[in-house]
């Protein structure tokens, strides 16, 4: 079995910060306006870092397009997903921040990790990458729809790399988070779509998942925009430091 290790975003910086990007999430389950994003955003939950971060120090993983390996080969199958994410910082009037390295990492379609001796995929170097935030604070990323694995609901791996925490220790998970996806989308995706139906429904849920019922407490559940035949769009703040 691997041990690697929920709904409550800005969802005012999203629609007014990030111009309407697509898939945005909840807060609190009000909408306000841009000008309300300004001044008040939600400190990100922690989320463990896990045993499969790899501090990829080639600069080809600066990179916004990470489902392949950084020569191109393995381009990974999946549902496709378009991420974004703005970083705020909850200590100055939730400004955006520039310069902060958000890396981004997760499993494939059939719940595999790239660049992992345990997995067979040494070298290979596919779903994981990073940006660095411009002046909007904002990073896109292109991936795919994680697959899932025994002992884990789906979910997505961030480290957010800020003044907050520079760390980039393999156990050290001071400014990691998890993101996870709406139960039905999953079910649905798990039964309908190759090549994630080969392997069927995870019987382990979003609500029995330890990481996402106690560390993140539901709160970093993207909202997601499409559908599985065409792709998904989400958006989401992380509000620094993480805690």
Known sequence: MKSDEGRLFNRASALGLLGGAAGLLLNGG?????EAASSACAVTREGE??????DEGVPGFNRSDV???????SRQAGVP???????????????????????????NALGVY????????????????YQV???????????I??????GRTTHMHLRVRSKYSAASSTSDGRNTTQFFFPQDVINEISTSMAPYRTRGVNL????????????????????????????????????????
């Open 30 to 34: 009000g909408r306000r306006n841009a």
């Open 49 to 54: 870092i896990g045993p499969y971060f790899v």
């Open 67 to 73: 489902r392949s390996n950084l020569n191109g080969t």
């Open 81 to 107: 997903l378009t991420l974004t994410v703005q970083v705020l910082d909850t200590k100055a009037a939730c400004a955006a921040m520039s310069g902060v390295q958000v890396d981004l990492w997760h499993c």
């Open 114 to 129: 790239s660049d992992e001796a345990s997995e067979g995929t040494s070298s290979q170097t596919w779903l994981r990458g």
């Open 133 to 143: 935030t411009g002046p909007s604070g904002t990073v896109t990323f292109t991936t």
């Open 145 to 150: 729809f994680p697959g899932w694995y025994r």
């Open 204 to 243: 382990r849920t979003n609500a029995s998942d330890y990481v996402y019922s106690s560390q993140t407490k539901g709160k970093t559940e993207l909202e997601l925009s499409g559908s599985p035949g065409s792709g998904y769009a989400a958006s989401a703040s992380i509000g620094l430091p993480i805690t």
